[in-house]
Nanobody
Framework: QVQLVESGGGLVQAGGSLRLSCAAS????????MGWFRQAPGKEREFVAAISWSGSSTYYADSVKGRFTISRDNGNNTVYLQMNSLNSEDTAVYYC???????????????????WGQGTQVTVSS
């Protein structure tokens, strides 16, 4: 069992940056693959970025590639999402998620993940 707590959301102007953090409980964080998803009002939850347990593999949605960077610190049980060049389409609640086990066939799919945080709101004003 792992508990995830997101932080770092807020209100930012278009073109600005934010850094989200996701703190995980438990001693097995380093064995979990991690993902960031987001959900805007009236829309389905969508994939943003993911990182393997070791940090050696990362994945990004096309809409954020080149602007967002996912990273992790296994020593501090934390995964990060650095978001640059934000625009109004990035406005959403951002969730982090964790997946147990070594296999990870579809990092961009919500059903791949076993645990979810409560989310943090990101609002980009134009």
């Amino acid at each position: 069992q792992v508990q995830l707590v997101e932080s770092g959301g807020g209100l930012v102007q278009a073109g600005g940056s934010l850094r989200l953090s996701c703190a995980a409980s438990g001693r097995t964080f380093r064995t979990y693959h991690m993902g960031w998803f987001r959900q805007a009002p009236g829309k389905e939850r969508e994939f943003v970025a993911a990182i393997s347990w070791s940090g050696s593999s990362t994945y990004y949605a096309d809409s954020v590639k080149g602007r967002f960077t996912i990273s992790r610190d296994n020593g501090n049980n934390t995964v990060y999402l650095q978001m640059n060049s934000l625009n109004s389409e990035d406005t959403a609640v951002y969730y982090c998620a964790a997946r147990r086990g070594s296999s990870w066939p579809n990092p961009s799919r919500t059903y791949e993940y076993d645990y979810w945080g409560q989310g943090t709101q990101v609002t980009v004003s134009s």
